[in-house]
């Protein structure tokens, strides 16, 4: 029986080309312990990636750090989120900050996120314009 808790590979950003179409073509937000680099769909419907760069430390600590990433990730109800492909980026403070707080933060970029990629119409009615 399949894990229903892993996510599909059809989710996942894979392949190098989707990760230069995100990071070329997308914009970023940030916060204290996670970056979230995003941008449209490169292949119809949105996908994920979970990264942890070296400066965070050896692969021990990497390896915390995405599991993490993807259990904040998967208690958020992940693709429901936003309909951008995301690579989610861990920063050095995510190993030692409070679970708690990281999930905290994590969906409020979420909402940041969401904020951004509202058609400019939408914005425009909610402040009266």
């Known amino acids: ?12 950003i894979i392949l190098k080309r989707q990760f230069e179409h995100i ?9 204290n312990s996670i970056r979230i680099q995003f941008c449209s769909p490169y292949s119809g419907h949105p996908k994920v990636a979970f990264v942890a760069p070296r400066r965070i430390g050896n692969a021990v600590k990497r390896n915390l750090a995405k599991r993490r990433l993807r259990e904040i990730y998967r208690l958020a109800q992940g693709g429901a989120m936003t309909p951008s492909d995301m690579v989610i980026i861990a920063k050095a403070p995510l190993i030692t900050a409070p679970f708690i707080s990281a999930q905290d933060q994590f969906v409020e970029l979420i ?19």
Do not use: T, V, Y
Not at 23 to 31: K, L
Not at 117 to 129: A, K, L
């Open 1 to 12: 029986m399949p894990d229903l808790s892993c996510l599909p590979k059809s989710s996942r």
């Open 111 to 129: 909402a940041r996120l969401q904020k951004k990629n509202r058609p400019n119409d939408q914005i425009s009615r909610h402040h009266g314009n």
């Open 23 to 31: 990071f070329s073509w997308g914009n970023r937000i940030e916060g």
